[in-house]
């Protein structure tokens, strides 16, 4: 029981010193703010994480129609 009452004041602690709460509610994301998505090259082309999940992509020319029809921010990683 008083192991759970730290772990709880440790988690407020560290919110509040990380501002988490800023970023938790609706309304600090406005409508023109895009979603970002991580895009990164395959060996058979390209793939993107959005929303938790992968869509492989064969082309950059796919990633960037893709990223204007959803308005979304593409952000790319190379090795």
Known sequence: MRLGHGL???????????HLDA???PSS????DPEWAIVYRTAQGFCCVYRGEAIDF?????????GEEMDV?????GL
């Open 8 to 18: 709880d004041a440790a988690c407020k602690r560290i919110g509040k010193a990380l």
């Open 23 to 25: 970023l938790k509610g």
């Open 29 to 32: 994301r406005t409508e023109a």
């Open 58 to 66: 064969s082309e950059m020319l796919d990633v960037q129609i893709w």
């Open 73 to 77: 921010q593409t952000y790319f990683i």
